[in-house]
């Protein structure tokens, strides 16, 4: 099993920025792809980074590119996410995840995620 714990979130103006964190226990290695996730209320979950464990890669939305910067340790006991230049658009609910599966394709289906946090509210204020 594995098991993850967002912590980070908060309030902040627009143009703030602030650092999630995602601690994850368990039977890491097994994680091939980590993510993060969002969902605002009454919107549907999307896609907002996403880090490979063998090679490195990251993703991002075209939404948040440019803003945050998704990173991990050497051991992925943990997941970080950097937010700058927030805007209210940004408010939502965030979800670290991770996945057992590979796919050299893939890594914004949150069907593929199996292992989720239980989030942590992010509130961008105008």
């Known amino acids: 099993q594995v098991h993850l714990v967002e912590s980070g979130g ?14 994850l226990s368990g039977r890491t290695s097994s994680m091939y792809r980590l993510a993060w996730f969002r969902q605002a209320p009454g919107k549907e979950r999307e896609f907002v980074a996403a880090i490979y464990r063998l090679g490195g890669n990251t993703y991002y939305a075209d939404s948040v590119k ?9 051991a ?22 991770a996945s057992s599966t590979y796919s050299d394709t893939q890594y914004y289906f949150a069907s593929d ?4 946090g239980q989030g942590t509210q992010v509130t961008v204020s105008s």
């Open 113 to 116: 995620y199996a292992y989720w």
């Open 66 to 74: 440019g803003r945050f910067t998704i990173s991990g340790d050497n």
């Open 10 to 23: 908060g309030l902040v103006q627009t143009g703030g920025s602030l650092r999630l964190s995602c601690a």
């Open 76 to 97: 992925k006991s943990s997941l970080n996410l950097q937010l700058n230049s927030l805007k209210p658009e940004d408010t939502a609910v965030y979800y670290c995840a």
